[in-house]
C-alpha cells in the first residue's frame, strides 16, 4: 500500500512541542465507545490536502475522534491562564487536544485541534467531553463567519462519540476536529509572564513572531512592532464583528487568539434587533461582553497582553510601560478607523464627509427607538424595500432618510457602484436565532442534518441576494429578546 494512502494526506509538523515544557503536556486522547461521522467539511479537507475520500468514513471517524493518531501527531494540552469575566484563572486546554500542524499544499501551516476528546491536566471540572448540539453550534456560526469574510478558525469535522455527558441534562458526546492559524492566546502570554522565566516568555514571543509576524521577525525593535501588529489584527476583527451585529458571548483573554482570528464559539450569536446591550450568553448576567462593550473589551483585553511583554520592550521599567501605553492607545483610533469604513460601505458612501458619523450614528439610534432588525434595515436601505420594517412610515426616518439621500447625490461616483458597494457590504442572510437551533434540535434529538445542510448551504455566500435566502432572512413569528445560548462546556 502507498505511504499516501497510509497517511491519508496528514503532513504534520510539531514546531509547538518544540518550545518549554511548562507551555503544553503531551498525552493522547481518551478514547470513545463508537465514533460515528456526524458532518466532514469535504472543502477544508482537500484545502488542507487531505484524502477527501479515505477520512469521509468510518476510519475517519476514529481519527477525529481521537481513538485513532494521524501519522506524525505528536498530541499535547496547551497550558494558558488568564482573566474570565475580568478574574484571573490558571486555565489550559482542559477538553482538547493539539494534534500537530497540518502543512498544506500551499506551504501554509495551520492547528488541527480535537476539542471534546477527554480530561486533561487542565481539567476544571466536568468530564473534559463536549455535546453534540454546541459542537455544531461552532460549525455552522464559523462557517457562517468564514463565509462573511471574517477571519476566523473553521471545523473540519464533528463526530458523535456514542456516550452521553451530563451538562443541564444529559446529551450525546461529540468531539470537534479545529483547524486554525494557531491556539496562542492572549492568555498563553500571560500564563508564561505569571509562571514561567523571562527565556520561556521570550522562546514564545519569538516563537509567535517566526509563525504570524515573519515580516518583523528580525527587526531590532520586534516585540514593539509585535503587539502593534497583533493590536491592529484585533481592531480589523471586532470593527467587522460589529459590522454583522456578531456577539461572541464570552471574551475572556483565553478567547482571544494573537493570531487576529475568532477563536471559541460558546455561546456566541448574531443579533437581530440593534440594541448595543444585547447579551445571549447564559452566564454573562452583568453585560460585561454585550455588543456595544466588545470594542472597549477587546482594547481591556490588549491592555493584559501588553503587560505581558513589558519585560521584553526595554529593560527600562517605566520606558516599557510607556511603549506599551503609547501602542494600546492606538486601539481606539485604528477600531474607529475600520468601523467608520465599514459603515460607510454598509451605507452606499464611496468618499468620505464629516457628518457621515453623525448619520450612521443617528440611523443606529432610530433603530433601537424602533427596535428594528440589525440586518433586515441595512437590507431595506440596499434595495429600496422598507415595506414592512418598524422604522417605515415614521417621520423621524423620514427626515434621516432625505439626509442619506441628499448625502448620496453629493458624492461622485455612479450610483450603480454604491448600490453594488451596499450589496457587498450587507449579507441577505445571517445564521439566524431560530433557524440555528431548528437545525440544532433536529440534528442532536432526531439525527437529521438536512436542515442543518440547507442552512450552512444558504450562509454559504451570504452576499449572493439569491430568492431562495428570502425565507431565511425572515424573523421568527415571535421575536424572543430573551434567548439564551450556554457555553456547553
Same mark, same amino acid.
Given at each position: 500500500? @502507498?505511504?499516501?494512502?497510509?497517511? &491519508?494526506? %496528514? ?15 503531551? @498525552? ?24 477527501? *475520500?479515505?477520512?469521509?468514513?468510518? /476510519? ?21 491562564? =488568564? ?7 490558571? #486555565? ?23 476539542? =471534546? ?20 453550534? *461552532? ?13 476566523? +478558525?473553521?471545523? #473540519?469535522?464533528?463526530?458523535? +462519540? ?136 477587546? =482594547? ?6 501588553? !503587560? ?6 526595554? !529593560? ?13 492607545? @492606538? ?7 475600520? %468601523?467608520? &469604513?465599514?459603515?460607510?460601505? &454598509? ?13 450612521? &450614528? ?5 433603530? /433601537? ?5 440589525? +440586518?433586515?434595515?441595512? #437590507? ?12 417605515? =412610515? +415614521?417621520?423621524?426616518?423620514?427626515? %434621516? ?35 440555528? /437551533? ?5 440534528? *442532536? ?28 432572512? /425572515? ?15
Amino acid at each position: 500500500m @502507498q505511504q499516501e494512502t497510509l497517511n &491519508k494526506g %496528514w503532513n504534520l509538523e510539531n514546531s509547538y512541542a518544540q518550545l518549554p515544557q511548562p507551555f503544553f503536556t503531551s @498525552q493522547g486522547a481518551v478514547p470513545v465507545e463508537s465514533p460515528k461521522l456526524i458532518i466532514f467539511n469535504r472543502l477544508i479537507a482537500s484545502s488542507l490536502g487531505l484524502d477527501v *475520500e479515505s477520512l469521509d468514513s468510518d /476510519e475517519g471517524a476514529q481519527i477525529f475522534a481521537g481513538n485513532s493518531i494521524p501519522e506524525g501527531a505528536e498530541p499535547l494540552a496547551q497550558a494558558y491562564a =488568564g482573566h474570565q469575566f475580568g478574574n484571573f484563572n490558571m #486555565l489550559g486546554d482542559g477538553r482538547a487536544l493539539l494534534l500537530g500542524e497540518q502543512i498544506t499544499p500551499q506551504g501554509e501551516r495551520v492547528d488541527i485541534q480535537l476539542k =471534546g476528546s477527554g480530561r486533561t491536566p487542565y481539567s476544571r471540572g466536568g468530564d473534559g467531553r463536549a455535546a453534540v448540539g454546541p459542537m455544531l453550534r *461552532e460549525y455552522i456560526i464559523s462557517e457562517a463567519m468564514y463565509a462573511l469574510g471574517i477571519p476566523t +478558525t473553521r471545523s #473540519l469535522a464533528v463526530v458523535s +462519540t456514542g456516550e452521553n455527558i451530563i451538562r443541564e441534562t444529559e446529551r450525546p458526546g461529540a468531539v470537534l476536529t479545529r483547524v486554525a492559524s494557531s491556539h496562542i492566546r492572549v492568555a498563553t502570554f500571560q500564563y508564561a509572564a505569571r509562571w514561567g522565566s523571562i527565556e520561556d516568555l521570550r522562546a514564545l514571543a519569538d516563537y509567535t513572531l517566526n509563525r504570524h509576524f515573519p515580516k518583523v521577525a528580525q527587526a531590532e525593535n520586534r516585540y514593539l512592532l509585535f503587539l502593534q501588529e497583533v493590536i491592529k489584527r484585533q481592531a480589523a476583527l471586532v470593527a467587522q464583528w460589529q459590522r454583522v451585529g456578531f456577539i461572541h458571548g464570552v471574551m475572556n483573554t483565553d478567547n482571544m487568539a494573537i493570531s487576529g482570528e475568532t477563536i471559541d464559539y460558546g455561546p456566541c450569536a448574531f443579533m437581530d434587533v440593534y440594541n448595543p446591550s444585547t447579551v445571549f450568553s447564559s452566564i454573562d448576567r452583568q453585560g460585561r461582553y454585550a455588543y456595544g462593550n466588545q470594542p472597549y473589551i477587546a =482594547g481591556w483585553n490588549l491592555a493584559r497582553f501588553a !503587560e505581558t511583554l513589558l519585560p521584553l520592550l526595554h !529593560e527600562d521599567e517605566e520606558q516599557a510601560v510607556q511603549l506599551a501605553q503609547d501602542a494600546i492607545a @492606538q486601539f481606539s483610533e485604528l477600531y474607529h478607523h475600520h %468601523w467608520l &469604513k465599514g459603515m460607510r460601505a &454598509k451605507l452606499g458612501l464611496l468618499d468620505e464627509e464629516a457628518e457621515d458619523e453623525a448619520l450612521i &450614528k443617528d440611523l443606529l439610534e432610530l433603530m /433601537e427607538k424602533h427596535s428594528a432588525d440589525y +440586518t433586515n434595515t441595512f #437590507l431595506a436601505l440596499t434595495f429600496d424595500r422598507f415595506e414592512g420594517t418598524t422604522l417605515f =412610515g +415614521t417621520t423621524e426616518f423620514a427626515e %434621516w432618510n432625505e439626509r442619506w439621500q441628499a448625502r448620496l447625490d453629493r458624492q461622485e461616483g455612479e450610483k450603480e457602484v454604491s448600490r453594488q458597494l451596499m450589496r457587498t457590504s450587507n449579507p441577505a442572510v445571517i445564521p439566524r436565532n431560530h433557524r440555528v /437551533e431548528e437545525a440544532l434540535e433536529r440534528a *442532536e434529538n432526531h439525527g437529521d442534518l438536512s436542515v442543518m445542510q440547507k442552512l450552512l448551504a444558504v450562509l454559504s455566500d451570504p452576499f449572493e441576494h439569491s430568492p431562495e435566502q428570502a425565507e431565511y432572512a /425572515e424573523l421568527p413569528a415571535q421575536c424572543n429578546t430573551s434567548y439564551q445560548t450556554f457555553c456547553g462546556t
